[in-house]
């Protein structure tokens, strides 16, 4: 949660000081949001045996389905190409693989056993049978955040963060009187 925490931050940051206004978020309009909401709750709901995974499946389906309903919006390619790439190293192993080494750099050790006894659909410890570890939480990113992560988890961050700033500084068409005092003409400014 820590990653998507600093990546909206950050992205309202970046937004602030590139001349965007908070305003331009709140008229964002997006489509099939009830799919991405429950799509996020899904990823927290962890049943036991091959429920974990279907409802996992489901998931990413659900935002998939946001995504691309989404798609003319600038940074939601990235979003839907983030999705797609934590879809397929999930679909193919059976769950995300997290190598050890992994959780030693971002010192979550402690999850190791967790791992071991519990791991599902979610995250389990990666082991040889697994494939595409490039794309499994292979980045480490230690204390204070704790987390490993993976590429298509950046892809996705870079997504959110450019929805974010494209959308406060999104122009917006205001009323303006055209040369001869006609109001009706519209002209881009900033908002």
Do not use: C
């Given at each position: 949660?820590?990653?998507?925490?600093?990546?909206?931050?950050?992205?309202?940051?970046?937004?602030?000081?590139?001349?965007?206004?908070?305003?331009?978020?709140?008229?964002?309009?997006f489509?099939?949001?009830?799919?991405?909401?429950?799509?996020?709750?899904?990823?927290?709901?962890?049943?036991?045996?091959?429920?974990?995974?279907?409802?996992?499946?489901?998931?990413?389906?659900?935002?998939?389905?946001?995504?691309v309903?989404?798609?003319k919006?600038?940074?939601?390619?990235?979003?839907?190409?983030?999705?797609?790439?934590?879809?397929?190293?999930i679909?193919?192993?059976?769950?995300?693989?997290?190598?050890?080494?992994?959780?030693e750099?971002?010192?979550?050790?402690?999850?190791?056993?967790?791992?071991?006894?519990?791991?599902?659909?979610?995250?389990?410890?990666?082991?040889?049978?697994?494939?595409?570890?490039?794309?499994?939480?292979?980045?480490?990113?230690?204390?204070p955040?704790?987390?490993s992560?993976?590429?298509?988890?950046?892809?996705?961050?870079?997504?959110?963060?450019?929805?974010?700033?494209?959308?406060?500084?999104?122009?917006?068409?205001?009323?303006?009187?055209?040369?001869?005092?006609?109001?009706?003409?519209?002209a881009?400014?900033?908002?």
């Amino acid at each position: 949660m820590a990653p998507v925490i600093i990546t909206v931050v950050l992205a309202v940051g970046i937004g602030l000081l590139t001349g965007g206004r908070l305003s331009g978020l709140s008229a964002m309009r997006f489509r099939l949001v009830p799919a991405a909401l429950a799509g996020l709750l899904l990823q927290f709901l962890v049943p036991s045996g091959i429920w974990q995974q279907v409802l996992l499946l489901a998931s990413f389906l659900l935002l998939s389905a946001f995504a691309v309903a989404n798609i003319k919006i600038p940074g939601f390619t990235l979003i839907l190409a983030g999705i797609v790439m934590n879809f397929l190293v999930i679909g193919v192993n059976a769950g995300m693989p997290v190598p050890r080494w992994s959780l030693e750099r971002s010192d979550q050790i402690q999850e190791l056993e967790f791992l071991i006894e519990h791991g599902g659909a979610k995250h389990h410890l990666a082991n040889e049978e697994d494939t595409l570890m490039f794309l499994a939480d292979v980045i480490p990113l230690p204390s204070p955040i704790r987390q490993s992560v993976s590429a298509g988890d950046v892809v996705t961050y870079a997504g959110v963060a450019y929805v974010i700033v494209a959308g406060m500084r999104r122009k917006r068409a205001i009323e303006t009187p055209d040369p001869e005092g006609n109001v009706g003409a519209e002209a881009p400014q900033r908002g």
